[in-house]
């Protein structure tokens, strides 16, 4: 992570010497100054300014000695920071409408929600987030960018968790308020992928419920169930050693296997469980590999796939159902009519 160093006192201020016409225009009087400026604890040549007996800076200048990239949003009177990113010569002055320099023409960014089911998209869950978020599941990455709320902002980030982790997909900042994805594998599970996939290539030409089943029977051989232990993928399957994990650990460790086999599959929770359903046999079906795993470790044998109804109660009182439905979506359009 990128250090700001010493930023003294000033630096909101700062933001407003971006505009030095506005500033006099609105009675601020600032003059030259000669006080000192230091960047970690080192004397560094800045422009200083005095205003009302204070001493200033412009933000760019901070930029350019610390190399994180800060953007003035004139429509909204704002200004971003943004330090995963380098300076970049000048600050950049921005618009919502120009700031779309990612997004391509209708032929090369398609129209995903007109094949979705209608009934997914909100005000929260629009259908411009949604043809973003599904063209970097159906490619890989995204070549256009949205403008998003806080609010569509935070459920992209929730819809993005409960469709995987390998890949994973991240939202990732244009500039203030535009948004885009970028599909990424984790180099943590890389391990894990490379141990699992031969088994996984071994159960092509099964089918899909014999495969959910014996993906389940990996995890169930490797995790024995404590509410109070956790196991991702990436310990899960790297080494011969039995873990210890809850219905989470259960829940990823299968969504993990699901996504190296091509099987949809999302994460779903309450308040106090979570599970999985995934799309087989041209339908979703809920499987709660926590419960699948009593069965299979005390009787050999249990079922995997439950209609939502047989497994509804308490601790499967999902929490977010408009999630669900939009995830499932993103996934597989049109499925959830």
Not at 236 to 249: E, I, W
Request: charged share 20%; proline share 3%; with cysteine.
């Amino acid at each position: 992570m990128k250090k700001l160093g010493y930023l003294l006192t000033g630096i909101v201020l700062g933001a407003t010497l971006f505009g030095g016409a506005q500033a006099a225009a609105d009675g601020i009087l600032a003059q030259r100054s000669s006080a000192p400026f230091f960047l970690n604890g080192s004397p560094v040549e800045v422009e200083t300014y005095l205003i009302h007996n204070n001493h200033f800076f412009m933000l760019r200048d901070i930029a350019k000695l610390v190399d994180f990239a800060v953007t003035w949003n004139a429509e909204s009177g704002t200004v971003s920071i943004d330090t995963m990113t380098g300076y970049d010569g000048e600050y950049k002055a921005a618009t919502a409408t120009d700031a779309q320099t990612r997004e391509t023409t209708p032929e090369a960014a398609p129209a995903y929600h007109e094949q979705a089911n209608a009934a997914v998209f909100d005000s929260v869950y629009t259908a411009e987030a949604y043809d973003a978020l599904r063209e970097c599941v159906v490619t890989g990455k995204t070549s256009r960018s949205v403008a998003m709320s806080v609010e569509t902002r935070e459920a992209m980030l929730r819809a993005s968790s409960a469709i995987g982790e390998y890949p994973s997909y991240e939202l990732k900042t244009e500039t203030a308020g535009i948004k885009y994805f970028e599909a990424k594998q984790s180099s943590s599970y890389a391990n894990a992928a490379v141990i699992c996939q031969p088994f996984v290539n071994g159960l092509v030409g099964k089918g899909a419920e014999e495969k959910g089943v014996a993906l389940a029977c990996y995890v169930c051989e490797r995790l024995d169930y404590d509410a109070n232990s956790t196991a991702t993928p990436n310990n899960l399957f790297t080494d011969s050693n039995v873990k210890k994990g809850n219905c989470a650990s259960f829940a990823h460790g299968f969504q993990f296997l699901c996504n190296l086999a091509d099987i949809p599959c999302i994460l779903v929770h309450s308040d106090i469980h979570q599970w999985n359903e995934i799309y087989v046999n041209g339908r979703w079906y809920c499987v709660d590999l926590t419960s699948f795993d009593i069965g299979y470790t005390e009787r050999g044998s249990a079922t995997l796939l439950h209609d939502a109804s047989e497994l509804q109660g308490a601790i499967f009182k999902q929490t977010e159902p408009q999630l669900t439905r939009f995830a499932k979506e993103l996934l597989v359009p049109n499925s959830t009519r």
